[in-house]
């Protein structure tokens, strides 16, 4: 969705490291990765919002819970997140629900972040695991040089060597 690529580009902005996870996966699947990674933030589609609850509850308790992919003028939506806000007080956690339209609208009074300071094309950007169909999921490293290599257009691949030009391939998808 639009909303998915708006949080994982932000990642990149922030100097974060992205960890997608696959959503044809049971909570239980990728609670592994979630200890293993221990985010700070969950992002989830509000469609996927009981399964990062749970993932919050019993794998690893990041400070914030993003929900996107949410409609304030769906009801079941509005549902969900007030089932999760609720959970997520009755086992006592200090975890924060926000949808990502909040944050938006909370950051266009703040001032411009700034830059990450890491130049470090060898940071690691991003970690996409496998689906642990034969043994305990692993995650493959991609750098940071790696990942900008996915924003940069290939000149061979387009007809015209000075358009202008953006190509976004989403890899987990």
Sequence with gaps: SADYTV??????????????????????????IVVETEPRVIAASVDYL????????TAHAPSKLVVFD?????????????RATAKLAEAGTPI????????IAQGTNLPQ?????TSDE????????TSG?????KGAIYLQ???????????????SPTAASINLCFMPM
């Design 70 to 82: 949410h409609h304030a003028e769906v009801d079941d939506h509005r549902d969900a997140v007030a």
């Design 50 to 57: 009981d399964d990062a609850v749970e993932l919050a509850l």
């Design 122 to 129: 060898d940071a690691l950007a991003l970690l996409i695991y």
């Design 145 to 159: 040089s790696a990942v900008a290599k996915f924003w940069r257009r290939n000149s061979k691949a387009w007809f």
């Design 96 to 103: 924060v629900v926000e949808t990502l339209a909040d944050l």
């Design 7 to 32: 949080v994982d580009t932000a990642l990149g902005q922030l100097g974060a490291v992205s960890v997608p996870l696959q959503t044809s996966s049971s909570a239980s699947a990728l609670a592994p």
């Design 113 to 117: 972040a700034p830059a990450p300071e």
């Design 133 to 137: 169909s034969t043994g305990a999921p």
